[in-house]
């Protein structure tokens, strides 16, 4: 679904979006027996109720994105994804996401009518700079870029990971993870130009 968003932020992104249910990616994972070290963890493992709160923009067109744990079973953690539109009050466009761990991986992926589609394997567990790996279904190819310093209005993050993502759609993807704190930075770059959501504030802590 998140696919769908950044469809929805390179076209219009004034065309409200159907509220949908995705899966796990980087923001709150749940534990279990492939639930990688406490040192992955501190990526990915997040409370019911934690909250990011993103500024995103598009060739100008500014939006806020706010990212907020619903809850956890079976070992995935369900996330809300609204889009906001400055002033006005409501989301205008609001899906309900999750994340999860399988076979060593953290994936983003789509959780409609209880029917799972994985999209993305946004980190490898245990992985260091220079690793590689394949999306699932062996589409796309990700990069672990190694350890960074990123400042965003929410402040500065050190021994930040950043994960480069070339998808199936050839869109390009920057994802930049701090300890504690989950995703601070995410770059999207297309034929149509480049979407960017840099955390304003976070609230909550990783498990």
Wanted: with cysteine.
């Amino acid at each position: 679904m998140i696919k769908v968003v950044h469809s929805y932020l390179f076209s219009s992104m004034k065309v409200a979006i159907k509220k949908i249910i995705t899966i796990v990616a980087l923001l709150a994972i749940c534990t279990g027996a492939s639930g990688g070290t406490s040192m992955d963890k501190r990526f990915y493992d997040f409370e019911k109720g934690t909250q990011w709160v993103f500024d995103a923009e598009f060739n100008g067109d500014k939006r806020t994105i706010v990212f907020t744990v619903a809850g956890r079973d079976n070992n995935r953690t369900h996330f809300e994804y609204d889009i906001y539109n400055p002033p006005d009050p409501g989301a205008t466009a609001s899906m309900d996401e999750i994340w999860y761990v399988q076979d060593g991986y953290v994936i983003w992926g789509d959780y409609d009518l209880q029917k799972v589609t994985p999209w993305w394997r946004v980190y490898k567990l245990g992985s260091r700079k220079g690793d590689t790996w394949k999306g699932p279904s062996e589409k796309g190819d990700a990069t672990h870029m190694g350890k960074t310093e990123v400042t965003v209005p929410a402040g500065k993050y050190e021994d930040v990971v950043h994960i480069r993502l070339t998808d199936e759609d050839g869109k390009l993807h920057n994802f930049y993870y701090a300890p504690k704190v989950g995703l601070v930075r995410w770059e999207t770059t297309s034929s149509r130009g480049k979407a960017v959501l840099v955390l304003r504030k976070f609230i909550g802590r990783s498990q």
